[in-house]
């Protein structure tokens, strides 16, 4: 076993956290600190919120999650799609938005527990490629256009994120050159950053220069404001008659949102060979919300840039979360330092971390490999692009999609057609069910109609990937119909797991007969064949 999954195992057994631990959570947090003032501003609510957001969360994963690296916090999406579920029923910035939000987690959190505890992991892995893929590069361009404002120091009212940066862009007279500057600057080093080292500080440098700049009176741009020290308060005063508006935003969001931890705790788990449960993981999410939305934050999903930071720092078990939680919660009660930074850096921090979710290759591969699911990928790109805000719109047509292709394809069954003397032999493949049963009775009673001189059908289920009721009661049908016309009609190869149902529904007639046979493929046939074909 390699080295690296053998000491991962001894240390996740330990009581007490590694020195890895250690300086992977303060890495971590120093990070985090700055991401979590930039996440809240694109969630819509007051930035010292991403800050309680960036505590509470960390610590209540800590200790319960499946995975030892996994950090758990405000990330661009799960703001994103708190800001889309929010826009229409409150006002952005203000402190009843921040409520609002501090509901959504609860709702996601529970949601979350919910799944965990019931054992219903699985639908981790239900989301389709294309669906997640595809949305999540439009969320990208969303988060990035949200951004561009101010990028700019242009304010825009405007709650489509699209829109308020085709304004901001069009109002060139307005742009602030510093602001600008400023942006660009803390994009650039967290770029450069990563192409230094992985280990490199690009957010906690770029931020403190930024902050630096402002506070000293080098710049006057537009700022964050003022935070308040002190640790993250209770929630109170939650408006719960808005509960019921929340409970689909909230399931998309819990669903949506654990595609990147998820995904996260698998890769690392597959490299350290350990095990990975799904429902241990949806446990600690759902807790990391709860707490989240009792503390006035808001909801969480797990960061893939922050958790492969604190692997690279040294981070063994999962006391390396819950430190990062610890250093966040010590530095809150001097939260107020960071009240003179500029509004632009935090642009360039969000700009920075969704750049390499802008790519090409889920769409390209889609159209190489699967048409179906292409047309599955770019109608859910499009549908969230346009129902900005509400991005949780585009999910649910992408699901709807991808419902619908399955459904096209189960509904699809091929058959493979040969002739021997007088007998007709079929072979369907796929899934004989009540909505594809029909075909198969359709087809054969042509292929009858076509061939007067054959007087014997051969119908081998060998092929069949699963058989239900209807298919069962369709061969049924097809053995009564046909023995009224003179016509003998066999049942060959019946899988094992279909033969009950089968024998059940047939009867002990001869002819069914439930074991494969030998010599009924085309290929052992040849040379006695007199027509061989597939449909």
Not at 206 to 235: F, K
Request: charged residues 15%; glycine residues 10%.
């Amino acid at each position: 076993m390699p080295r690296a999954g053998r000491s991962a195992r001894a240390a996740d057994r330990r009581a007490l956290p590694t020195r890895g631990d250690l300086v992977a959570g303060l890495s971590v947090a120093l990070v985090v600190i700055p991401q979590s003032l930039a996440y809240a501003e694109l969630a819509g609510i007051p930035a010292v919120h991403g800050l309680y957001t960036a505590a509470v969360a960390a610590i209540a994963a800590g200790f319960i999650g499946s995975s030892p690296y996994l950090q758990t916090g405000p990330t661009a999406l799960t703001s994103l799609l708190t800001f889309g579920a929010l826009a229409p029923i409150a006002t952005s910035g203000t402190e009843s938005f921040a409520a609002h939000a501090a509901l959504l987690a609860l709702v996601v959190g529970g949601v979350r527990l919910l799944l965990g505890l019931f054992r219903w992991g699985v639908v981790a892995y239900l989301m389709s490629q294309p669906v997640v893929s595809s949305f999540t590069v439009a969320a990208a361009i969303l988060i990035l256009s949200s951004q561009v404002p101010a990028l700019l120091g242009v304010r825009v009212d405007h709650d489509n994120p699209l829109v308020a940066a085709g304004v901001a862009l069009g109002r060139t007279g307005q742009w602030d050159l510093v602001s600008l500057g400023i942006g660009a600057f803390v994009i650039a080093v967290m770029v450069l950053g990563r192409r230094v080292s992985p280990l490199f500080p690009s957010a906690l440098v770029a931020t403190a220069l930024a902050l630096g700049a402002s506070a000293l009176g080098w710049v006057s741009v537009a700022e964050v404001g003022r935070i308040p020290d002190g640790l993250p308060p209770l929630s109170a005063g939650l408006p719960w008659d808005t509960l019921g508006s929340l409970l689909v935003p909230g399931l998309v969001i819990a669903l949506v949102g654990f595609a990147e931890p998820a995904s996260i705790a698998r890769r690392y788990a597959a490299e350290d060979r350990r095990s990975w449960d799904a429902n241990r993981e949806f446990v600690g999410q759902g807790l990391a919300n709860v707490a989240s939305g009792a503390f006035s934050g808001y909801p969480v999903g797990g960061s893939f840039s922050r958790t492969a930071l604190g692997r690279l720092s040294g981070a063994r078990t999962r006391w390396s979360g819950a430190l990062t939680g610890v250093v966040v919660l010590a530095v809150m009660p001097v939260a107020s330092v960071l009240s003179n930074l500029p509004k632009a850096a935090l642009a360039g921090l969000v700009i920075a971390s969704v750049l390499s979710l802008l790519e090409v290759r889920p769409f390209r591969d889609a159209w190489r490999f699967s048409r179906p699911q292409f047309f599955v990928a770019l109608p859910t790109f499009l549908a969230t692009l346009v129902s900005a805000p509400r991005v949780e719109r585009g999910v649910l047509v992408g699901v709807a999609l991808a419902l619908a292709v399955h459904l096209w394809r189960e509904l699809r069954l091929e058959l493979e057609v040969w002739t021997t003397g007088d007998t007709l032999h079929v072979r369907p493949q796929g899934v004989l069910y009540f909505a594809s049963a029909p075909s198969l009775e359709t087809r054969i009673m042509s292929l009858m109609a076509d061939g007067p001189d054959l007087r014997h059908v051969v119908v081998h289920l060998d092929q069949l990937g699963r058989l239900d009721l209807t298919g069962a009661l369709v061969l049924r049908s097809l053995v009564e119909d046909m023995e009224r016309a003179d016509i003998t009609v066999m049942i060959e190869g019946t899988q094992p797991q279909a033969r009950r149902l089968v024998g059940a529904v047939l009867g002990p007639e001869p002819s069914v007969v439930c074991e494969p046979e030998a010599g009924t493929s085309p290929r052992a046939r040849e040379g006695k064949d007199e027509a061989h074909g597939s449909t």
